[in-house]
């Protein structure tokens, strides 16, 4: 029973070590992927209306040393309508974000996935 309890702690050390490897790899390359199609899309602009604000918050703890350290961050999300009802959700700044109504109409600039900016009219 014992060498079997040996011999299957390496395989799963193995394991649980390369699903976390893949999982980095994994995010980073789609985040690659985004930035360069981003990259590659035409700047547009377009007619748009802001329909819904949200964010996500979240906390992070760390322990150094006997030092207790919490960090925390913001995502900032605005969801724009386009005359033809089409939605879209698009990431920003907390800047952005705050001079935002929901119900303002006017040009949204956008590249792919990537805010560019709102001109309000």
Do not use: C
């Not at 360069?36 to 949200?54: C, E, M, Q, Y």
Request: no cysteine; charged share 20%; proline share 2%.
């Amino acid at each position: 029973m014992f060498g079997l309890i040996e011999f299957i702690f390496p395989i799963f050390f193995i394991a649980i070590f390369g699903i976390v490897i893949g999982t980095f790899v994994g995010t980073a390359v789609k985040g690659v992927k985004t930035w360069n199609k981003n990259n590659n899309s035409p700047r547009l602009t377009v007619w748009a209306k802001v329909v819904t604000k949200r964010n996500h918050t979240g906390v992070h703890s760390h322990n150094h040393g006997g030092h207790h350290h919490t960090t925390h961050s913001s995502t900032y999300f605005v969801t724009f309508e386009v005359e033809s009802g089409d939605r879209m959700e698009l990431q920003m700044d907390g800047f952005e974000f705050g001079m935002l109504v929901e119900g303002d109409e006017g040009k949204l600039t956008f590249q792919g996935t990537r805010y560019l900016g709102f001109e309000r009219e």
